[in-house]
């Protein structure tokens, strides 16, 4: 249920309507936005008269939120939620922000080399995985707690934030000591008890949708962390499985809008797991800004030919050159501007 608080209602009014609510075994979130005070009211209470809180003083609205998802939805929170990252990495306001990366984070050499071309072209936040959740048990498991070590360092020394992957409850604690934002990947999308952990940190979430998920049950994990406390969710479109076999994924772009019109969230887009073929994720980076990401996720290696997980789909430095200046166009055509810090003329500033 949502409680639409009147613009002129006084402390003591706001106060009494959530002590109402508590008392009637709701859960309250509260959310201030620039003109208006909207209480979330989160209960299982099927048959509520919803009058019992319509007559209090202070009341405007109240109306029930008939999506399964509250929190997460745009009857709760009518304006986008925007979530800072330091000063230069704003999601979900006109900015789109490009994260860059390798699949895994290999070693000091190949984090440094990389970092200091991804930066210098315009990525904001690199990513990389030290625990990898792999197909095969046989396959590259990431270098762990070293590689967060390295690439915390690479991203310090030129100025990007970081993300990484969490695969299970027990690495939190390591994790947060080296990351600006944490990433659900898509199989653990539905991962219940490290939803709910996350869900009680107070650092960003970028949360995959799930290979064969729905958008509304992308909405469903994302409400799991939202009703922790933790606001700071970033969906995240990276394909789902089809009946078509040419790419890797199919990337479902339509997801973009269809959240955007269901969500407040901010919601970014990964061509290179949704097509997982090198030289189609260029045009599908400029079809996500095009159709409105608030950012885009690709996976650039120096040497992507032997990389220990995804190169094939992983891009060349000069091929993230290229894609940079395409979606810069594209990006001033749809009125938005790229996430970062705005640069003086002959300056580069690597402030953060
Ligand atoms: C990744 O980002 O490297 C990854 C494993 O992605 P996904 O969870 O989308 O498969
Ligand atoms: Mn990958």
């Known amino acids: 249920m949502v409680v639409v608080v009147e613009k002129n209602a006084t402390k003591q009014e706001l106060e ?18 620039v003109n208006q005070t909207v209480l979330g009211a989160i209960g299982v209470q099927p048959d509520f008269d919803t ?26 929170k009518r304006d986008n939620t925007v979530i800072r990252v330091g000063k230069n990495v704003i999601f979900g306001d006109e900015e789109v922000v490009v994260i860059a990366g390798p699949c895994s984070v290999e070693s000091e050499d ?20 030290a625990f990898k959740p792999r197909t095969s048990p046989y396959s590259f498991q990431g270098l762990g707690e070293k590689g967060l070590r390295i690439m915390r360092n690479a991203c310090d020394a030129f100025g990007l934030k970081m993300v990484t992957e969490i695969m299970d409850v027990s690495q939190i604690e390591t994790i947060m000591q080296y990351t600006d934002v944490l990433q659900i990947g898509a199989r653990n999308m539905q991962n219940y008890t490290l939803l709910r952990e996350v869900g009680r940190i107070d650092k960003p979430v970028l949360l995959k949708r799930g290979l064969s998920a729905t958008t509304e049950e992308l909405l469903m994990s994302a409400e799991y962390i939202l009703s922790g406390g933790n606001e700071g969710v970033i969906l995240w479109e990276r394909g789902i499985r089809t009946f078509e076999k040419s790419t890797r994924n199919t990337m479902d772009l339509s997801a973009i809008p269809v959240i955007h019109q269901k969500s407040h969230l901010p919601i970014i887009a990964d061509p ?38 995804d190169g094939g789909q992983s891009l060349f430095p000069e091929q993230f050159k290229q894609l940079m ?28």
């Open 16 to 33: 009494n309507i959530i002590e109402a609510l508590h008392k009637h075994g709701f859960d309250v979130h509260r959310s201030t936005g």
């Open 51 to 76: 009058n019992t809180i319509r007559v209090l003083p202070g009341v405007a609205e109240v109306h029930r939120i008939t999506e399964q998802y509250k929190l997460a939805s745009r009857s709760f």
């Open 110 to 129: 190949q984090m440094f080399t990389l970092a200091e071309s991804l930066s210098a072209l315009g990525a904001v936040m690199m990513r990389g995985g």
């Open 272 to 309: 290179s797991h949704a097509v997982g073929i090198r030289d189609k994720v260029i045009p599908m980076a400029r079809a996500a800004v095009a159709a409105g990401a608030d950012g885009i996720m690709v996976e650039v290696h120096p040497d992507p030919d032997n990389a220990m997980s």
């Open 325 to 352: 200046q395409e979606i810069k166009i594209i990006i001033h055509a749809i009125g938005r501007k790229l996430s970062g810090p705005v640069k003086k003329k002959g300056i580069h500033s690597i402030e953060n």
